[in-house]
């Protein structure tokens, strides 16, 4: 059974940065697109990118620039550097296994449980 974990979210100042981890176990991963999202208190669970088993990535426009998913499949560990943070991408972050659809969007069949993070002075 696919198991995600998450790891390294906390309390950053606006302007800093965080790496996010997401060690998959039970699966073979580097047959899968992989992916993370953010949910925001009140607000709807958002894909924040995603990345494909060829290594081709997609962020989403608010975070264009600033974040970037990777993935070493030989370690089975899913990252995202998150620079330059703002107060509105407080979120619990999840990572997510799943597969790719048409049109360029993403699909998760699994989740993570989790990892908050917190951008304030």
């Known amino acids: 059974q696919t198991l995600l974990v998450e790891s390294g979210g906390g309390l950053v100042q606006p302007g800093g940065s965080l790496r996010l981890s997401c060690h998959a176990s039970?699966?073979?991963?580097?047959?899968?697109?992989m992916g993370w999202y953010r949910q925001a208190p009140g607000k709807q669970r958002e894909l924040v990118a995603w990345i494909a088993r060829s290594g081709a990535t997609v962020h989403a426009n608010s975070v264009q620039g600033r974040f970037t998913i990777s993935r070493v499949n030989a370690e089975n560990i899913l990252y995202l550097q998150m620079n330059s943070l703002k107060p509105e991408d407080t979120a619990v972050y999840y990572c997510?296994?799943?597969?790719?659809?048409?049109?360029?969007?993403?699909?998760?069949?699994?989740w993570g449980q989790g990892t908050q993070v917190t951008v304030s002075s």
């Open positions: 039970g699966t073979i991963f580097s047959i899968y697109a």
């Open positions: 997510s296994q799943g597969v790719p659809l048409r049109g360029g969007t993403y699909s998760p069949n699994y």
